[in-house]
């Protein structure tokens, strides 16, 4: 179950996976991994740019599976801290000829040792509290919750493999 909570300009989502950090970390931060999970049901990803370091850049398109319509993003790595915490500076990049919003969002993942599980924090901070209040009407709630839950779909898909 994905928690969430909002204040003047942060959203924060919480969830429990069942898989130790070391792989919830690893899925996270390796593109062929990002691409079995990210984005939300129905959703597809890929990757045109993963450098993993800070000051570094993921760049990828998401949009329907299948094909066609795929929104540009970027997140540039600002500090990494191995098996704890991810933060990013999160764009959504310019389309010519479209009207693409210059929000630029903080995203800070955090990974917590629960035993055999790890508890994921994620904070997001907007710019102002109106970019905040804009996301959550276009659905970041629902979209990280169903990204959550293919997360989830992946990691039982891994354990089942690993213990056959």
Do not use: N
């Not at 994905?2 to 996976?17: C, G, H, L, N, P």
């Not at 329907?64 to 540039?76: A, D, E, R, W």
């Not at 997001?124 to 659905?139: F, P, W």
Request: charged share 30%; with cysteine; net charge negative.
């Amino acid at each position: 179950m994905t928690s969430y909570e909002a204040s003047d300009k942060e959203m924060v989502i919480e969830r429990v996976f069942d898989a130790p950090r070391e792989l919830l970390y690893r899925v996270w931060t390796e593109p062929e991994h990002l691409a079995k999970w990210w984005g939300p049901e129905g959703m597809s990803v890929v990757t045109k740019e993963h450098d993993f370091t800070v000051g570094g850049c993921w760049r990828f398109e998401m949009g329907p599976t299948g094909g066609g319509g795929g929104m540009p993003l970027k997140s540039i790595f600002r500090e990494i801290v191995p098996l704890e915490r991810i933060v990013t500076e999160e764009t959504i990049e310019k389309i010519e000829g479209r009207d693409t919003p210059e929000e630029m969002m903080t995203v800070t993942v955090t990974f917590e040792d629960q035993g055999e599980k790890t508890k994921m924090t994620m904070r997001i901070l907007h710019a102002s509290a109106e970019l905040r209040k804009k996301s959550e009407e276009i659905g970041i709630q629902f979209g990280w919750g169903s990204s959550f839950d293919c997360l989830d779909r992946y990691l039982a898909e891994m354990a089942e493999v690993a213990s056959s």
